[in-house]
Each structure stands twice: as structure tokens, then as C-alpha cells.
């Protein structure tokens, strides 16, 4: 399982942004309880977006339990060493790819409230990593989604996570960045 510095570490390479403050409060509250999913309704999830950046398209799950259409993510597992170990392993469970690669560093933190749906689970601090795929790759569907499709930047589903319509613009762009920073 992935250790409390490892975490703390990795949160520091993300880019400067409103939610720092919000896991150095939760680390400092919970500790390493924050990294575990039965540690407290709040506690870290890691999460990928998957860009395609010769199409300008993102791929994006229809998730089970919210309904809607967002990145790939969830809770860390004991296998997780890294939260950038655990973005890659949610991004190729949820989306069938393999051998994703993935951003060194998060392009984004996040927290959000959850919906009842997601049972004891109340606000995830969402670390948020980048991966690069094709369109010519077929992802496929897992049992955490309803669907997974590759979409425009210009042409977005409807049904998006609440804040994703007005996120995912700067999302795309720090994908971007990432990956020309590291080629």
C-alpha cells in the first residue's frame, strides 16, 4: 500500500491550484487512514484522463453508479505503491487499454462531494494523472461503467461529471503540457 510521504510527495509535483490546502488539511487529519477507502468517507482516489492529443479527443467512461460521463479513477488498493500506480491501474482496469502511458507527475487535484450512490464514501480528493492513447485503440467496458467512448474536445457528451463541462478544457490542456514536457 502506498505510504503516507509517497502520497504527500507526489501531491507536491501538481500544479499550483485550490485544492493543495485540502489534502495537506485531510493528511494532516487522517493521515495515513486518508489513503485507505475504509479509512473515513473522505480519503484520496486516484483518477486518469486518457487524451488523445493527435485528435483532440479524450476517452471517457459512462460510470455505473453516477450516471454520467467522466474520467477513469477510484480508490487505492493495497497493491498501489504510488497514486500514479494507482491512476494507471484504474485507467487500464476501466478502459481495457494496456500499457498506458501515464503523466510522472499529476496534472490536477481535486475534491468533490458524492451522491448517496457511492454508500459510505462522502468527498474524494481526487489526485488526477494524464495518459496518452489513439483513437485506433478499442477500449473496452468494465463492470464499474456503462459505456467507454473516445469523444471530440468539440463534441462532448451531454451527461458529464457536474463540474467536468467547465474543468475539462484545462484538464486537456495539462495533459498537453505534461506530454510535451516529457518527450
Known amino acids: 500500500m502506498i505510504e503516507l510521504e509517497t502520497a504527500r510527495r507526489e501531491i507536491e509535483l501538481a500544479p499550483a491550484g485550490p485544492f493543495l490546502e485540502d489534502f495537506v488539511e485531510l493528511f494532516g487529519l487522517q493521515g495515513a487512514d486518508s489513503l485507505r477507502r475504509d479509512g473515513g ?3 484520496v482516489t486516484a483518477s486518469c484522463l486518457v487524451v488523445d492529443p493527435d485528435t483532440e479527443s479524450v476517452l471517457l467512461n459512462h460510470h455505473r453508479k453516477a450516471g454520467l ?3 477513469f479513477g477510484g480508490h487505492l488498493e493495497p ?4 497514486l500514479h500506480a494507482a491512476a494507471r491501474r484504474e485507467a487500464e482496469e476501466e478502459s ?3 500499457l498506458l502511458h501515464v503523466s510522472p507527475a499529476p496534472v490536477d487535484l ?5 451522491s448517496s450512490s457511492f454508500g459510505s464514501c462522502t468527498r474524494h480528493f ?3 494523472f494524464a495518459a496518452y492513447a489513439s483513437v485506433t485503440e478499442s477500449p473496452s467496458v468494465s463492470a464499474e461503467s456503462l459505456d467507454v ?5 468539440r463534441d462532448l457528451p451531454a451527461a458529464l461529471m457536474p ?5 475539462l478544457p484545462g484538464l486537456y490542456a495539462a495533459a498537453l503540457r505534461s506530454s510535451d514536457a516529457h518527450r
Open 110 to 114: 481535486h475534491v468533490h462531494d458524492l
Open 149 to 153: 467512448a473516445w469523444f471530440s474536445m
Open 69 to 71: 460521463w467522466g474520467q
Open 126 to 128: 481526487d489526485v488526477v
Open 163 to 167: 463540474d467536468l463541462p467547465a474543468r
Open 96 to 98: 481495457g487499454l494496456q
Open 79 to 82: 497493491e498501489d505503491l504510488s
Open 41 to 43: 468517507a473522505h480519503h
